[in-house]
């Protein structure tokens, strides 16, 4: 199993520009988290998807950010414009959910933003 | 809003040492906890505790969660200098379709050769 797969693995930008994270998660797993790492606020849930679907946004810092899920094998993680205070490591995560059974998330490498 | 507090922040030991992290946690419908190990990369998953699994072991480390408490330990024997890493902890919570984890901000252990 080839795990979560995220892409690019380091991103470095300029205010202002637009920045994409991409994710995509292990085959037949059905939900799928977005967080973001910073020394100062530790490991934050900004978004999650379960069957595409999104079901709590309510940690995305503001509307410079947004994700999607157009399939089941891929999701988007968008800021525009993007802002020094947006630099942080962003982890995908998927999970296998059935019914009241919940399983470990498996996170992907992570992408490393740098915005200057 | 469910809440996660890890102690201690930081614990440097030897090799050889036993270490004992905390965790504490306030969430609305118990659903799981669990414990991650962060090296230089990605958390991965070292335990899950539930209600109807409230000790987990192996090798070296083991865990325990306190549902009265609202708490669990994990404990590493015989630490090594690999041991060195991040320890998070996360709790999920609520009902329904909502699988979220909530993060607790680490235990950064250093073990010392």
């Known amino acids: 199993d080839a795990g979560v797969i995220q892409s690019p693995r380091h991103e470095v930008t300029e205010m202002g520009q637009e920045v994409t994270l991409r994710c995509k998660p292990i085959s037949g797993h059905n939900s799928l988290f977005w967080y973001r790492q910073t020394m100062m606020r530790g490991l934050e849930l900004l978004i999650y998807f379960n069957n595409n679907v999104p079901i709590d946004d309510s940690g995305m810092p503001e509307d410079r950010f947004s994700a999607k899920m157009p399939n089941a094998s891929f999701s988007t993680l968008k800021i525009q414009p993007s802002e020094p205070r947006d630099s942080a490591v962003y982890f995908c995560a998927s999970m296998a959910t059935s019914g009241r059974v919940v399983y470990e998330q498996y996170f992907g490498p992570g992408t490393r933003l740098t915005v200057t | 809003e469910d809440k996660v507090v890890q102690s201690p922040l930081s614990l440097v030991v030897h090799e050889g040492d036993t270490v004992t992290l905390n965790c504490s946690y306030e969430?609305?419908?118990?659903?799981?906890l669990l414990w991650y190990k962060q090296e230089k990369k990605a958390p991965t998953f070292l335990f899950m505790l539930?209600?109807?699994?409230i000790e987990k072991k192996s090798g070296r480390l083991s865990s325990i969660l306190d549902k009265k408490e609202l708490s669990s330990i994990l404990n590493i024997t015989a630490t090594q200098t690999g041991d060195s890493a991040i320890y998070l902890c996360?709790?999920?919570?609520?009902?329904?379709?909502?699988?979220?984890?909530?993060f607790g901000k680490g235990t950064l252990l250093t073990v010392n050769p």
């Open positions: 996360a709790v999920g919570g609520s009902g329904g379709s909502n699988y979220k984890l909530t």
């Open positions: 969430v609305t419908n118990f659903r799981s």
């Open positions: 539930t209600s109807s699994g």
